[in-house]
Nanobody, 124 residues
Framework: QVQLMESGGGSVEAGGSLRLSCIAS????????MAWFRQAPGKNREGVAA????????YYLYSVMGRFTISEDNGDYSRDLQMNNLKPEDTGTYYC?????????????????WGKGIRVTVSS
């Protein structure tokens, strides 16, 4: 089994920055991708950023491109999400996810492991 521990988040004003962190523990050897999803109240969960382990270009939601950066490999099973120039529409609960088979946002249900979620609030 794999556990995902998220940290960071909080409340900022529009234009501010936050950094989310996620680290996997347990049986991590078969993880091939980690991603960040978010869900705003009353909306569906959407993929924000994802990156394979071992290489390959990251995936980003179009609306966060140029503002968010998902971290590269650093020797452990972790992925940080640096969020700059935050907007009120970025508000939501952010979830870390890990997959043994896929990457990207096409099939969220294919992600095998999920964190509990962490709250991000951006005020105008």
């Amino acid at each position: 089994q794999v556990q995902l521990m998220e940290s960071g988040g909080g409340s900022v004003e529009a234009g501010g920055s936050l950094r989310l962190s996620c680290i996997a523990s347990g049986n991590t050897a078969d993880i091939t991708c980690m991603a960040w999803f978010r869900q705003a109240p009353g909306k569906n969960r959407e993929g924000v950023a994802a990156r394979w382990f071992g290489g390959g270009a990251p995936y980003y939601l179009y609306s966060v491109m140029g503002r968010f950066t998902i971290s590269e490999d650093n020797g452990d099973y972790s992925r940080d999400l640096q969020m700059n120039n935050l907007k009120p529409e970025d508000t939501g609960t952010y979830y870390c996810a890990a997959s043994r088979t896929i990457c990207g946002f096409g099939t969220p249900s294919a992600y095998d492991y999920w964190g509990k979620g962490i709250r991000v609030t951006v005020s105008s």
